[in-house]
């Protein structure tokens, strides 16, 4: 029975290689020259370094500059909320969403239903499942959740016939 998974996995090579990038022109640029504006990356997790909230937003742009540059969607970032550290520093500490989390799984199976496709859904941990008995309503699951499913970037791995 053909069937495919949809997922949504930041690639993690590319994202070290786009904050190295971001922390490069950060210690070059006039502007924050004797600031401490820095990203550091643990786990899946960004912080961000800067002397005030303008040079925060700053640090952000050259960021997200750096990600879309090295072809990493943006939508793959959290809110983070700015908190205040020693003295006149703040830190910004922004989750990367990786996964399809169980909601956003239940409403691709919902979204599936409702346009009545000839296909089976199933949530597997932080991936969906899709399975169905032609190929081209395969093709069609693709192009609805394309179409319809904009919080997070979206994957279609492991297509067999």
């Known amino acids: 029975m053909p069937s495919f998974d949809v997922a949504s996995e930041v690639n993690k090579v590319e994202l070290g290689n786009s904050i190295d990038q971001a922390n490069k022109e ?32 700053q640090v952000k742009d050259v960021l997200i500059n750096k990600m879309a540059k ?15 550290i020693s003295g006149n520093k703040l ?8 996964g399809i989390s ?12 409702d346009n009545k496709l000839k296909v089976q859904s199933s949530i597997q941990g932080e991936i969906v499942r899709v399975t169905g008995a032609k190929r081209d309503d395969l093709q069609n699951a693709m192009s ?12 279609f791995i492991n297509f067999r016939d």
Do not use: C, W
């Open 26 to 57: 950060i210690t070059n640029r006039f502007d924050f020259k004797g600031s401490d504006a820095r990203v550091e990356l643990k786990e899946l997790e960004l912080t961000l370094y800067a002397d005030d909230d303008f040079k925060i937003s």
């Open 70 to 84: 090295r072809s990493i969607d943006t939508r793959f970032l959290g809110e983070g909320a700015t908190h205040k």
């Open 91 to 98: 830190k910004e500490v922004i989750t990367i969403k990786n």
């Open 102 to 113: 169980q909601d956003l799984g239940k409403k691709m199976n919902k979204l599936l239903k």
């Open 144 to 155: 609805l959740l394309k179409k319809d499913i904009d919080e997070l970037p979206l994957q």
